[in-house]
């Protein structure tokens, strides 16, 4: 069946080191895959992306890693300050069938000052 | 402008009542969502439409009834509302699946 799990429910780094927030989904067949971050009382929102034929992607500050072997799923935030504090999820969408995003429980990353 | 927008963002009533969420988007896309976040944050989806065409529904109680009036707006009425309802509900579109962006929340407390 479809389901995305996180490693850990929560992390605390210091500011300034980097952070890794693991995920691991279940669904062979999942072709894309997104990171959201959501911070108290508001939606989530998009941080990065990943399709299936691709390992690695960057972004500003953000890497997410694709590992299709073992169905793992990693974001990395380098330098991590007070504003990175907040949830994270990573959310995955089948390649067949109706669109729709499954969710990961989420981790909630604390930055001590 | 916001993307996605919803309405009200604080929803507290009686056991027994019907209330209504409002979502509308300004960004073209052509499917909607409801999702539904616990009070451990889990988030999973409720229902989508594409081109006011329901396409997924998740096995949601049928007190729970969405609305399309058009591609830009989807509405979410909840019929007798229950104790169990008290979530927040996210609304959010996609273009196919790109550009997922979603709503910031209504908060349903049902007393």
């Known amino acids: 069946g479809e389901s995305v799990g996180l490693h850990l429910p929560t992390l605390s780094v210091q500011e300034g080191d980097n952070s890794i927030i693991n995920c691991a989904y279940s669904?062979?067949?999942?072709?894309?895959f997104i990171w959201y971050k959501q911070e108290s009382g508001k939606g989530p929102q998009f941080i990065i992306d990943i399709r299936s034929n691709m390992d690695k992607r960057q972004g500003q500050r953000v890497t997410v890693l694709l590992n299709k072997t073992v169905k793992h799923l990693s974001l990395q935030i380098a330098a991590t300050q007070p504003g990175d504090s907040a949830v994270y999820f990573c959310?995955?969408?089948?390649?067949?069938?109706?669109?729709?995003?499954?969710f990961g429980q989420g981790t909630r990353l604390t930055i001590n000052p | 402008d916001t993307a996605v927008s919803q309405t009200p963002k604080y929803l507290v009533t009686q056991m027994g009542n019907d209330k209504s969420i409002k979502c509308e988007q300004n960004?073209?896309?052509?499917?909607m969502y409801w999702y539904k976040q616990d009070s451990k944050k889990f988030l999973k989806i409720m229902f989508s439409?594409?081109?006011?065409?329901?396409?997924i529904n998740e096995t949601v109680p049928n007190r729970f009834s969405p609305k399309s009036p058009d591609k830009a707006h989807l509405n979410l009425h909840i019929n007798s509302l229950e104790l169990g309802d008290s979530a927040v509900y996210f609304c959010a579109s996609s273009q196919g699946s790109n550009g997922y962006t979603f709503g910031s929340g209504t908060r349903l407390t049902v007393v």
């Open positions: 669904n062979s067949a999942s072709d894309y």
């Open positions: 439409y594409n081109n006011k065409e329901l396409i």
């Open positions: 960004l073209g896309h052509d499917t």
């Open positions: 959310a995955e969408t089948p390649r067949t069938g109706a669109q729709k995003l499954v």
